[in-house]
């Protein structure tokens, strides 16, 4: 049976899903899977025995996903598994940004000695962690996938207005916000509303840094801002130049750097967004029902870098294959596996799956002989 390498902790109720036989642990050798939740794998050699990895958790910036896909490596992640636990924190946030709420507990333990004296300092120095309440005010939320969904509905149950863009909003995703949730395609005019700005968006070539300077031009002047989803959306910078100026009132990130630890304005957080018990379990087990689908029948279910495959549960030889998505490939495959095809694509990268109804003497070297074929499997009940 398959040996499941894991190198974080990974929820028990997660492990418990695979099926019996399985070995789990941080020492398995020539495992067929990997589970992670924050460790970096770029530096770590790929078995050969490799043939999936599952991220706990949403972010896959940890997993090689290139030299991944080369190797013929599934590359799962759990994305809404730990919405709602970051969802209760950006929640706080909001509350953390306008009420100084951290400064004013920080400066109360400084009192600490001062005996009967106490009452009279607090009510003379409270004045300075006053803030605005969020009843009222305008929420623009960049991005509105798992998490930005439920802030976005949350924020409105809590009376705020709701603006909303992502240009790659599903139709499920829409179908799943408040009527009270404003859509737009107009970033400018969202930060040109916008109260509070709270960042969803992933991180790519394109996002990265895209809180900038000209960000908090476009901006209300005060607005404060939340980063929930990847510290390098915000030039630094420019943010603190922002601080500094007024432009941006707060900034609350759950992404500490050295650069905005202890600056004015910046509430640092560390890391906590899916630090709760019921997000790591509901990780857990996604992952591990999601490397048993397709580990035993082959199937694909949020990977990032294959196409989602639905197949019959049932089945006698089921032959899978990875591969470059060029016209040739699939045609030669068509002759090397003659019954039904199933195929996807993504990208640059197809999987083709075809069932036997019989032991059809299927031999993966001829296939991953074929130029283009980057991994075979032959599985069988």
Not at 27 to 39: D, G, K, M, N, Y
Request: a negative charge.
């Amino acid at each position: 049976m398959p040996n499941i390498l894991t190198l974080n902790k990974i929820a028990k109720i997660g492990l418990d899903e695979f099926p019996q036989g399985y070995v789990c642990g941080d020492s398995a050798e020539h495992p067929a899977a990997i589970l992670v939740r924050s460790a970096s794998l770029h530096e770590t050699p790929l078995p050969e025995s490799l043939l999936a990895i599952a991220r706990a958790g949403a972010g896959v910036n940890n997993v090689p996903i290139e030299t991944c896909t080369q190797q013929g490596i599934c590359v799962f992640n759990t994305p809404g598994a730990n919405a709602n636990a970051v969802k209760e924190l950006v929640i706080a946030s909001l509350f953390l940004s306008s009420r100084k709420v951290a400064e004013g507990i920080a400066w109360c333990k400084t009192l600490k000695g001062e005996g009967e004296n106490v009452g009279k300092l607090v009510e003379k120095g409270k004045g300075a962690f006053g803030g605005p309440e969020i009843f009222g005010k305008t929420l623009g939320l960049i991005g509105l996938g798992a998490i930005g969904g439920l802030v976005a509905n949350a924020a409105a149950a809590l009376g705020m207005r709701v603006i909303g863009v992502d240009p790659y909003l599903s139709s499920a995703a829409k179908a799943q916000l408040s009527p009270d949730v404003e859509l737009t395609d107009d970033l400018d005019a969202l930060l040109g509303r916008s109260d509070y700005i709270s960042l969803h968006a992933p991180l790519t070539a394109e996002t990265k840094g895209s809180v900038n300077a000209a960000f908090f031009a476009k901006a209300k002047p005060g607005v404060r801002v939340l980063n929930f989803s990847r510290a390098d959306l915000v030039n630094s910078g420019d943010l603190l130049a922002a601080l500094a100026s007024g432009q941006c009132a707060a900034y609350v990130t759950d992404f500490p750097t050295d650069d905005l630890i202890g600056a004015a304005g910046v509430t640092a957080i560390p890391h906590l967004g899916a630090s709760t018990p019921e997000s790591e379990d509901n990780c857990a087990i996604m992952a591990a029902r999601q490397v048993t689908a397709y580990l035993e029948r082959g199937e694909v279910k949020n990977s990032v870098n294959l196409p989602a495959t639905e197949l019959p549960a049932d089945f006698t030889t089921r032959v899978c294959v990875i591969h470059k998505a060029s016209e040739a490939v699939p045609a030669v495959l068509q002759q090397a596996l003659p019954a039904g095809l199933v195929s996807q694509t993504r990208g640059s990268v197809s999987y083709t799956v075809a069932d036997f109804g019989g032991d059809a003497g299927v031999d993966p070297g001829t296939i991953a002989a074929i130029d283009g074929v980057l991994r075979v499997r032959v599985l069988r009940r």
